[in-house]
Nanobody, 128 residues
């Protein structure tokens, strides 16, 4: 499995960005997909996850109502639409894939150790 994240950049506070993650190598629709981020000097943290079909999503509290995760199983791509960005959203954003037999999301979907495959990361910088 290979994951290629893109879409990061520099944006002023209050702005928007849309991250994309292209998946290849296996059947995309059999993987739960997640986004994580790591700010300078901090540990990697969960941002959002989406079930195999796209019908279930879960978000970290600080991004609820601002970020939206979605997927296009026909195009093997997962997205993260980020609105109302804040300086504290500045981080490298990583997409990740969890091969699972579960149709929905479980408690483990927020845990980095559940994800077997990771993209290279894309940097998001939000200026104040």
């Amino acid at each position: 499995v290979q994951l290629q994240a893109s879409g990061g950049g520099l944006v002023p506070a209050g702005g928007s960005l849309r991250l994309s993650c292209a998946f290849s190598g296996r059947t995309f629709s059999t993987y739960v997909m997640g986004w994580f981020r790591q700010a300078p000097g901090k540990e990697r943290e969960f941002v959002a996850a989406i079930s195999r079909s796209g019908t279930s999503t879960v978000y970290e509290d600080s991004v609820k109502g601002r970020f939206t995760i979605s997927r296009d199983n026909a195009k093997n791509t997962v997205f993260l639409q980020m609105n109302s960005l804040k300086p504290e959203d500045t981080a490298v954003y990583y997409c990740a894939a969890d091969p699972t037999y579960n149709i929905g999301l479980g408690p483990g979907s927020v845990l980095a150790e559940k994800y077997d495959y990771w993209g290279q990361g894309t940097l998001v910088t939000v200026s104040s």
